[in-house]
């Protein structure tokens, strides 16, 4: 099952729309529980994030019988050092965005908690994409590979 959801950045009143919808999918077709929430979770950090930091999104879902993999691409301010953006407590959130109760600086280390690969790739000043995949039956290895590709997006990819 794919579907597609556009997100407006700035609009707060939207915001976790997209995982309501998914973790609606994900109980129509009997998820284990323990998967569906740390799927949605994840979803509903990467969300935030479009809203609160870029311009416009796109978050793509495909889902079958062995995986949820969610692909959230957004034009914006993009990510200029991955790993410092990976740092719980770290945040670039506007004053307007922490009014709004968001902006603590969890979202991506949330996201990658709740997630069984996650791939982070990002261009200052065009966007970012973040593609998350969650198992059906989780994988407990986990593990990560960074590379730094200069002007070229730069990319986090933990598995």
Do not use: C
């Not at 009014?99 to 791939?119: I, Q, T, V, W």
Request: charged share 25%; net charge negative; proline share 4%.
């Amino acid at each position: 099952m794919q579907f597609s959801h556009k997100i407006a950045g700035g609009d707060f009143s939207k915001a976790g729309n997209v995982a309501s919808a998914v973790k609606k999918v994900l109980r129509q077709m009997n998820i284990d529980h323990s998967v569906s929430k740390r799927v949605v979770i994840a979803l509903y950090e990467g969300e935030v994030n479009v809203v609160a930091h870029a311009y416009s999104g796109v978050i793509d879902v495909d889902i079958d019988e062995t995986r949820i993999k969610i692909t959230i691409s957004d034009k914006g301010p993009g990510i200029a050092d991955i790993d410092q953006a990976m740092e719980e407590g770290y945040s670039t959130a506007s004053p307007k965005v922490r009014e709004n109760g968001f902006g603590a600086g969890m979202g991506l280390s949330n996201m990658r908690k709740n997630s069984d690969a996650m791939r982070i790739s990002s261009v200052p000043g065009e966007g970012t994409i973040v593609e998350i995949t969650n198992y059906t039956k989780p994988d407990p290895e986990k593990n990560m590979i960074i590379e730094d590709l200069g002007r070229e997006p730069f990319v986090k990819e933990l598995r």
